[in-house]
């Protein structure tokens, strides 16, 4: 029995073919990974198979009857439910009303939640879903978030739940915590579909991956029979090396100080007197789950918010009260957290965004006066020396894959000679290829003696890079430990359990 079965799925998006006459089988209780460079196509096939999207040809067959899906109400009602990577929550909306929300029952025409609500403790139950029914979304963590959209799933009565990037902003307890809700979900005959480009992930929770490249299907391997090694040459069609060699850094002075810095909050808690040094040769990680200061902190030093308080000091200067541009010229680089919002113009050309903040200045202008062919061969050099695949400079960056438009971003900022590297996030929703490719560019800064402050949410690569990490909780540094501190310290840490018995932390539990 299949669960679903896809057939000689197309789809097209002007000239893109995103989904070229891909099959698809996912067993009935099987836990089905999807796996793929960015850009492959997986986003867009669920899409299809949420009824998000409508395929150009092909087959959606579930549980062996072939259906047309004319919107994801369709696909509810065949028993498929998706939890998107961005949570479609109300935070103002307790968690009662925002799982009923389109679908609430009713006694003689009135809203009935105290049946909802004993609905939904049975299903929190049943999978371990732990979440109050009455809380605010707002008042809860990013993991409760993801249970209560599994539970909103669940109660329409789901058979198939699709997952996209389900782990992107967990915590690695609440990863397994997540794991352990897929295997009940399995145990009681559901079928799981998960896009993720995490391969331990992958290892660790499917039965069966499906690697799809440049819109193809490449292969479906048993994940007991394979090996990340195997999963990741499948997904580029070369050879990735998995581990980064970090060899021993000569540190050098101080060349970003932060001090006492407070800033209010945008999103979550601010940041609220955070000290910290960055010196020449070392890459310094800040962890934490998303909310605990780690955009504040990013917006402060790159000059796209004004601190409450504290100073910012780069190569000796005081840069708090400067703007971007001058702080860009004293050499600070910045690959920010959001690439689309404000690392890229997308409808720019490759060429224009590689020169953005420099636009004013030799050898791309002269008088006030742009020099179209200075900036097109300064893209055409750029395009070559960090491998971007783009049909030439003159394509708009939108058109570009994610890893593709974060080695713009990349080749734009390094091509700087930058005296501090603030890299955020600099790996997020790119494919192994290209995560390998940014690492091995980012400890050739650290061996040519820049200062690199990395904040990311990714543990694996912060323990892969850093020479030291600062947690960061509640807007707060609340430790710091060694690059190689072990994963499952960090997560506690995180997760704000600040006192990590010894004896644990030697064992490396």
Known sequence: MYAVQLEGITKRFADLVANDAIDLEVRSGEVHCLLGENGAGKSTLMKILFGLYSADSGTVRIEGEPRRLRGPSDAIKLGLGMVHQHFMLVDRLSVTENIVAGNELTSRGV?????????????????????????????????????????????????????????????????????????????????????????????????RVTILRDGRVVGTVEASETTPAELARMMVGREVL?????????????????????????????????????????????????????????????????AESGEIRLGGHEIGTLAVRRRRRLGLAHIPSDRMRRGLVPSFSVAWNTILGSQRDAPFAGRGVLRPAAIAEHARSLITEYSIRAAGASLPAAQLSGGNQQKVILAREFSRDPLVVLACQPTRGVDVGAIEYIHNRLLELRA??????????????????????????????????????????????????????????????
């Open 111 to 207: 809203l009935d939640l105290s049946a909802a609500r004993t609905q939904i403790l049975q299903l929190a139950e049943r999978y371990g879903l732990h979440v109050s029914p009455d809380a605010l979304i707002e008042e809860i963590s990013v993991g409760e978030q993801q249970r209560v959209e599994i539970l909103k799933a669940l109660y329409r009565e789901a058979q198939t739940l699709i997952l996209d990037e389900p782990t992107a902003v967990l915590t690695p307890q609440e990863t397994e915590e997540l794991f352990q809700v897929i295997r009940r979900l399995k145990q009681d005959g559901k079928t799981v579909i998960l896009i993720t480009h995490k391969l331990r992930e992958t290892m660790a929770i499917s039965d």
């Open 242 to 306: 998995l581990r980064v060699e970090k060899p021993a850094s000569r540190y050098g002075e101080a060349t970003l100080e932060v001090a006492d810095l407070t800033v209010p909050p945008r999103y979550g808690t601010g940041l609220r007197h955070v000290s910290f040094a960055v010196r020449r040769g070392e890459i310094l990680g800040i962890a934490g789950v998303e909310g605990n200061g780690q955009l504040e902190l990013e917006e402060a030093i790159s000059g796209l918010r004004r």
């Open 448 to 509: 040519a003696g820049k200062a690199v402050l990395l904040v990311s949410a990714e543990l694996d690569e912060l323990r892969a890079l850093s020479d030291r990490i600062l947690v960061l909780y509640e807007g707060r540094i609340v430790a710091e430990r060694p690059g190689d501190c072990p994963e499952h310290e960090l997560g506690l840490l995180m997760a704000g359990q600040l006192q990590v018995p010894e004896e644990r932390r030697e064992n490396g539990a």
